[in-house]
């Protein structure tokens, strides 16, 4: 790429705001410390998601009932749920059904700090996470504490969590696709799994969106040479 080219790439990415998804980095030490982008905080009575083609926060749909997400949610950059996280999903469920959701990788942030609104980056250190199954897709939620937190830092691993935290957390993402009037349960947690295991996952999200985005990271590295 010429020096021109170059140059002015490097003066727009002064201007121009990073797509979450893309443009921030996973972060130099993951998967044990890894940025996210936090989209609904506890407070929000609507569940707000990144708009994918934009990168503009937008509002996915107003909660049900009176549910509302106990931690920060969000997602980790440059990550994709695809055939690899599928495939561990179907080896840990034996349900060789199972798809990728082709979504970044969903997380959970536990902080004792009051976050009041999302759109906001948080470096976090994965614990564990709920191997969730939506409608034959794998949609992973990796639990996490935020890096620093004075009080959630002390969890090293899921195990250290109260059962009743684990619990609550649990029936939100049972529950927050619950159709009105209806007894059919949409999703399903088969498994809470440790540190370890979230790493594995978080490595193969990684490897997932390396390959669908292989030339956007591509052309990104060369723009940044």
């Given amino acids: 790429m010429n020096n021109e080219l170059s140059s002015l790439w490097q003066s727009l990415s002064l201007l121009l705001r990073s797509h979450p998804w893309h443009g921030i980095p996973i972060g130099e030490d993951w ?4 940025n996210t982008y936090i989209e609904t905080v506890p407070s929000d009575t609507v569940k707000y998601e990144i708009d994918k083609k934009s990168g503009f926060l937008k509002i996915d749909r107003p909660q049900k009932y009176s549910s509302i997400c106990p931690t920060l949610y969000g997602f980790i950059p440059q990550t994709y749920c695809g055939k690899r ?3 561990f999903c179907r080896e840990r469920t034996a349900r060789p059904h199972i798809v990728g959701d082709d979504d970044p990788l969903d997380i959970c942030v536990l902080t004792e700090k009051a976050i009041s609104h999302g759109d906001v980056m948080i ?4 614990i564990g996470g709920f191997r969730m199954i939506d409608q034959g897709q794998a949609d992973d939620k990796i639990i996490s504490v935020m890096h620093g937190d004075g009080l959630y830092s002390l969890w090293k691993d899921v195990q250290d969590c109260p059962r009743a935290f684990i619990d609550r957390l649990k029936h939100y993402f049972l529950t927050y696709k619950d159709l009105p009037d209806s007894n059919e349960r949409i999703c399903e947690i088969t498994h809470v799994y ?3 295991e979230a790493f594995e996952v978080i490595r193969r999200a990684r490897e997932d969106y390396q390959e669908k985005f292989s030339k956007l990271e591509a052309m990104m590295r060369e723009l940044d040479d």
């Fill in 31 to 34: 998967p044990h410390q890894i």
């Fill in 85 to 87: 996280v599928a495939e």
């Fill in 123 to 126: 470096r976090a250190i994965p």
């Fill in 194 to 196: 440790g540190r370890e």
